[in-house]
């Protein structure tokens, strides 16, 4: 079946311009993740969403970052007034996991959006 | 707090080496889940394998295999007989709770020579 698809692939945009990238998780997965991952870093966690609940928000670095899920499926991540310190790959990644449960299961990677503020 | 230490920055071995990735996690929970994943050049990261804490059980797949160990908080990840195929960035994650985060270690990075 389809996997985890994001979009763009890749972004260039000017300091100060707001960006939208998307995600689209695999079909009937109820978890979704967004990450950045700077050049030769690890994953840094960013929001997480589970079903119908409220999203996890702790690891937004700031106010200029939002995210939405809508209808439990698409997601979309808002950078506003970007800064150069915003580029990075941004992961999406969506998993069968349930919030409250011992049942954790994998997640599964989109390609990520490359994005450069220049 | 939680925290996921992958030591090894970079590694190279020559083909049909073994090699072993360490991974060190820290976590106060006593239920907790850990992950290992690929990061080929291509990018995209794979999982490989999930273990969670109350199954210590060394695991095989192939010419992979993992050593859990709680005593030393570690679960490395050995490629026996390495290929040049091998090559990609290795992440070690760890998930408590009800798994709403994912903690990730740097990666380290693998290069296999022919």
């Known amino acids: 079946g389809a996997g985890v698809s994001q979009s763009p692939s890749n972004k260039v945009t000017e300091k100060g311009k707001d960006v939208e990238l998307r995600c689209d998780p695999i079909?009937?997965?109820?978890?979704l993740y967004w990450y950045r991952q700077s050049l030769g870093q690890g994953l840094e966690f960013l929001i997480y969403?589970?079903?119908?609940?409220?999203?996890?928000k702790s690891g937004l670095p700031s106010d200029r970052f939002s995210a939405e899920r809508t209808g439990g499926s698409v997601s979309t991540l808002t950078i506003q007034r970007t800064q150069q310190e915003d580029s990075a790959v941004y992961l999406c990644a969506s998993s069968l996991a349930r919030a409250g449960t011992v049942i954790v299961g994998e997640q599964y990677f989109g390609p990520g959006t490359r994005l450069t503020v220049t | 707090a939680q925290k996921v230490t992958q030591a090894q920055t970079e590694i190279s071995v020559v083909e049909k080496e073994d090699v072993t990735l360490d991974c060190v996690y820290e976590t106060r929970d006593t239920t907790y889940y850990l992950f290992w994943y690929k990061q080929p050049p291509s990018g995209e990261l794979v999982f490989l394998i999930r273990r969670n804490s109350f199954d210590e059980q060394n695991e095989i797949s192939g010419r992979y295999s993992w050593n859990f160990q709680k005593s030393t908080s570690s679960f490395n990840f050995t490629i026996t007989a390495s290929q040049v195929v091998d090559s990609a960035v290795y992440f070690c994650a760890l998930s408590v709770g009800g798994g709403n985060q994912f903690y990730f270690g740097t990666g380290t990075s693998l290069t296999v020579i022919p």
């Open positions: 079909s009937g997965h109820t978890a």
């Open positions: 969403f589970q079903g119908n609940s409220a999203p996890d």
